[in-house]
Antibody
Framework: QVQLQESGPGLVKPSQTLSLICTVSGGSITSGGYYWSWIRQHPGKGLEWIGYIYYSGTTYYNPSLKSRLIISIDTSKNQFSLKLSSVTAADTAVYYC?????????????WGQGTLVTVSS | QSVLTQPPSASGTPGQRVTISCSGSNSNIGTNNVYWYQQLPGTAPKLLIYKNNQRPSGVPDRFSGSKSGTSASLAISGLRSEDEADYYCAAWDDSLNGSYVFGTGTKVTVL
């Protein structure tokens, strides 16, 4: 059973960089056919796709966040990470890491529990 | 802002059938598969339907999906109290260099 767990600061100051790590257990991050994804949900709102990365390092980013976003992968640690720069209060959200399984198309079949990140001074 | 539009709410009594619509465009639903997710209160979303009408293992056959043109629908038959949740459609959008887009979400209430 694959499990994903987000970790990182729950509070970030405006203009700084939000950094999160997702640790994958129960399966290898280098298994083919999976994209490792970040998705966020603003408080009381809907879901927003941030981007995803393949184990080779190929990335796909949400065009609206691309200029501030870096998603990277560390296969030796079975982890992938998110860095979002120049944050504002609008980046306050629950951040989920997740797995996209291409056998299902572009479907997110496993999700982390989510971590709330608040942007505030 | 989402490019997939859903009704904000839907409701039914236990045993009834509820249908949720998802309206998009040629760049997303019109040319790509649709996915549906269920989000119970305080939890991460769960995959309900993939590739328009396929159910992952473990999802009851009370849930069914369909697609026609630039719209899709999720139907819940034999509504149960545990179906009370938020439901989101999603699809890949080919515009703007590609992006995975979610619907606005529908809150299903079991009366």
């Amino acid at each position: 059973q694959v499990q994903l767990q987000e970790s990182g600061p729950g509070l970030v100051k405006p203009s700084q960089t939000l950094s999160l790590i997702c640790t994958v257990s129960g399966g290898s991050i280098t298994s083919g056919g999976y994209y490792w994804s970040w998705i966020r949900q603003h408080p009381g709102k809907g879901l927003e796709w941030i981007g995803y990365i393949y184990y080779s390092g190929t990335t796909y980013y949400n065009p609206s966040l691309k200029s501030r976003l870096i998603i990277s992968i560390d296969t030796s640690k079975n982890q992938f990470s998110l860095k979002l720069s120049s944050v504002t209060a609008a980046d306050t959200a629950v951040y989920y890491c997740a797995r996209v399984a291409t056998i299902f198309g572009v479907a997110v079949d496993y999700w982390g529990q989510g971590t709330l990140v608040t942007v505030s001074s | 802002q989402s490019v997939l539009t859903q009704p904000p709410s839907a409701s039914g009594t236990p045993g009834q059938r509820v249908t949720i619509s998802c309206s998009g465009s040629n760049s997303n639903i019109g040319t790509n598969n649709v996915y549906w997710y269920q989000q119970l209160p305080g939890t991460a979303p769960k995959l309900l339907i993939y590739k328009n009408n396929q159910r992952p293992s473990g999802v009851p056959d009370r849930f069914s999906g369909s697609k026609s043109g630039t719209s899709a629908s999720l139907a819940i038959s034999g509504l149960r109290s545990e179906d009370e949740a938020d439901y989101y459609c999603a699809a890949w959008d080919d515009s703007l260099n590609g992006s995975y887009v979610f619907g606005t979400g529908t809150k299903v209430t079991v009366l």
